[in-house]
């Protein structure tokens, strides 16, 4: 286990001092330790434990119960695709195929040369225009295999790993 270097293990402490006090916090102190640092390192499970008198493993199982949470640095860009009912019936189950084939991931993954995290999400509201993905915080409707290609190409440069077998 990585240990957190000074400016994480002090956004842990901080936030911890903040949000420990509220009924229930462990959730709220997670989002929020995600949303400063990126992902929940492991060697912030313990301060996190001690402080709400929990033990590691209850945090540590919060934390991979919960796919929202990363445990691990997100990709510089971060793909979603839409899992929901209205994007599976118009091609969400092939578009998420190509998409992992092209990035060479799986879900929950990222790129080995950090350029993408790929992520289910079961609903970005943009039922009209199924099937949909989020890159970062831009919105994409009516995506095909090809208009991935061209957006994967406008984020970045096509991962060297492109076509190879998936990690799992």
Known sequence: MQDLDPRQRESVR????????????????????????????AAAVPLIAEALNLSRAEVHGVITFYHHFRSTPPGRHTVQICRAESCQSMGAEALAEHVKERLGVDFHQTTPDGAFSLEPVYCLGNCACSPAIMIDEDLHGRVSSQRF???????????????ATRRR
């Open 14 to 41: 901080r936030i911890v001092a903040q949000m420990q006090a509220r009924p229930g916090p462990l959730i709220e102190i997670l989002h929020a330790v995600q949303a400063d640092l990126g992902f929940i390192p």
């Open 149 to 163: 290609d061209q957006l994967v190409e406008e984020y970045g440069p096509a991962p060297s790993n492109a076509g």
